[in-house]
């Protein structure tokens, strides 16, 4: 309030915000806000869909850059305030870690399919039958999905039909990514190496034994695979064989160096024989401990500490190759992959606790002085790690990242071999399937089901935009051509081939993966819709 005093001066006169409510959104206010917070975030996601789609460069406080297209990538790293965006990154979250594709899909469709809802509820249809007119219509997108997928033969480790689908499974996941021009090369060291470590009996793939092993130089097509773990160290001394055969592995954690005591301890040497048996004592305790290590039929030592140059030196004169501060993980995974224990004291050292492997070498990277160890045939695990190139950091994070995707793809595709095809093709089926039966639907739910059929034309619109194409006119050609020539398999032909046809193209993606994301999407959806309070509560007023 504005006010003066007694000289006429002006002065402000601020209320006090004791009286100050909780801001709280009710009913259809509440509806809009969540459908319009959706929409303004698939906005954002939505010029990344497909193979032609766009990345985003996230520039963090720090001012670390990111360059990126994946969609769970995306939404983690932005700055989200409003509650109903961040579901939509956990719905992202929960289909990257259930399937590991999808992510900007399937956040596109949830918007869509809420975008859809705001003209129903304009209409005073209650959100409610909105949401059940939503779940029916998935069920039936469901069943289309069944009736359209395709089983291509099981995987079998030494079938070239089985391993090239695979491929195309791959493949279709890397097309939109930044490393789609060696998604040919790429795909194929994906499939190779969930074939190494699958179990084609079980049909499940433990992804814990494929290590992504990134290293700055070179370029993409220098990404290969090595049936083994590489990590990043060297031999403890540049004099120690290079390469070593059979090798038998002993793990340690403890430390190649004299007892330490741990109270506060004074030593006063007066002449040169203390000095020198001093100096004896220190060597019989390093003499203790590699005998120790030999004696056992060790011949490679992994530590996790480090140690002198006293000790490194009496390892290579006794022809013992050492790696010095290898880490936790490090150790874990090679002890599981090795068949080996770790061995907390120099005392518990026995021929049943050392891992095994085929061979052990120390390798370089490109024409740096970079080095590292790989373990090739280990006993235990058929572990492999994918080696990526690059020339930059944010290459190889953005290409570690699309590999995960292939990886989880061809693990999903071992899990169950039926395939639906991309391009948008089976979200045009789906929503054709639904159109059809919409009529024999009595009650209010019939215009919900019919959102849904159009909601799921959302895909297909992103890709053919997204692809220069005219959008409209390129998703009613396709629905009239499905209707015509009832072929499930035409999508938007991204990659202007010449032809609509997925099947031609190689533009596999597992039935899995879409089922996956037409009910995860739908349940967040429905969750939405029956939110009709929102209660902000400042802390600081106590409510």
């Known amino acids: 309030m504005l006010t003066f005093d007694e000289y006429g001066r002006p002065f402000l006169i601020i209320r006090e915000q004791e009286e100050k409510k909780e801001r709280r959104l009710k009913g259809r206010e509440a509806t809009k806000s969540h459908i319009y917070a959706a929409k303004t975030l698939a906005a954002v996601l939505r010029t990344s869909l497909g193979p032609k789609g766009m990345d985003k460069m996230i520039v963090s406080p720090d001012g670390s850059v990111t360059i990126t297209n994946d969609g769970a990538t995306i939404l983690s790293e932005l700055p ?48 409610t039958r909105i949401a059940a007119g939503y779940e029916r219509a998935c069920a039936m997108a469901v069943e289309q999905l069944k009736a359209i997928r395709e089983e291509l033969p099981a995987v079998k480790a030494d079938s070239k039909v089985s391993h090239e689908s695979l491929v195309h499974a791959c493949q279709t996941a890397l097309c939109s990514k930044v490393v789609n021009r060696c998604q040919r090369q790429l795909a194929e060291i994906c499939a190779d ?11 499940d793939v433990n992804l814990d034994l494929i290590k992504i092993h990134t290293r700055v130089g070179g370029s993409l097509e220098d990404t290969k695979l090595v049936h083994g773990i590489v ?23 403890a430390k190649f160096e004299p007892p330490q005591p741990k109270t506060k301890h004074s030593v006063y040497v007066t002449s040169a024989d203390q000095y020198n048996k001093l100096y004896e004592e220190e060597q019989q305790y390093f003499r203790d401990m590699i005998k120790a290590v030999k004696d056992s039929g060790a011949n490679c030592v992994m530590c996790q500490w480090g140690f002198d ?21 490090e150790m874990e995974l090679i002890a599981i992959a090795t068949g080996g224990r770790i061995v907390p004291r120099f005392s518990e050292i026995t021929p049943e606790k050392l891992g095994r492997a085929a061979r052990i070498r120390e390798v370089e990277f490109g024409t740096t002085s970079e080095h590292g ?41 071992i ?14 089926s789906c929503s054709l399937a639904i159109q059809e039966k919409v009529d024999e639907i009595a009650g209010v739910e019939q215009y919900a089901i019919s959102a849904f059929a159009d909601a799921l034309e959302a895909v297909p619109l992103a890709l053919a935009e997204n692809s220069g194409l005219n959008p409209i006119e390129t998703v009613a050609g396709l629905k009239a051509r499905q209707l ?3 072929n499930p398999r035409l999508g938007v032909d991204c990659n202007r081939t010449g032809t609509s046809d997925m099947r ?22 429905k969750m939405i819709l029956k939110i009709d309070d929102v209660i902000s509560c400042d802390p600081s007023q106590g409510q």
């Open 80 to 127: 989200l305030e409003h509650p109903i965006a961040r579901l939509l990154v956990q719905l992202s979250k929960s289909q990257d870690s259930e399937i590991g594709d999808g992510t900007t899909g399937v956040v596109v469709m949830a918007a869509s399919l809420l975008e859809h809802a705001e003209p129903l509820v304009d209409k005073g249809i209650h959100p």
């Open 484 to 486: 015509k020539e009832k």
């Open 193 to 203: 190496a969930v074939l190494a470590v699958a179990d084609l009996e079980r049909r």
């Open 231 to 253: 990590f990043d160290k060297e031999w403890s001394h540049p004099q120690m064989e290079k390469t070593v055969e059979d090798a038998k592995i002993c793990i340690l954690t």
């Open 309 to 329: 140059d006293e000790a490194n030196y009496m390892l290579m004169k006794e022809k013992l190759p050492a790696v010095r501060w290898v880490g936790g993980v």
């Open 415 to 428: 899990r169950d071999n039926s395939v639906v095809y991309g391009g948008g093709a089976c979200d045009l």
């Open 504 to 525: 031609e193209q190689g533009v596999y993606e597992t039935f899995l993966h879409k089922k996956e994301q037409y009910l995860l999407a739908t349940q967040v959806v």
């Open 373 to 413: 160890i790989v373990i090739e045939g280990c006993a235990n695990s058929n572990a492999v790690t994918i080696c990526i190139r690059g020339g930059n950091s944010m290459v190889c994070e953005e290409a570690k990242r699309s590999i995960h995707d292939a990886l989880c793809v061809a693990r999903n595709f």
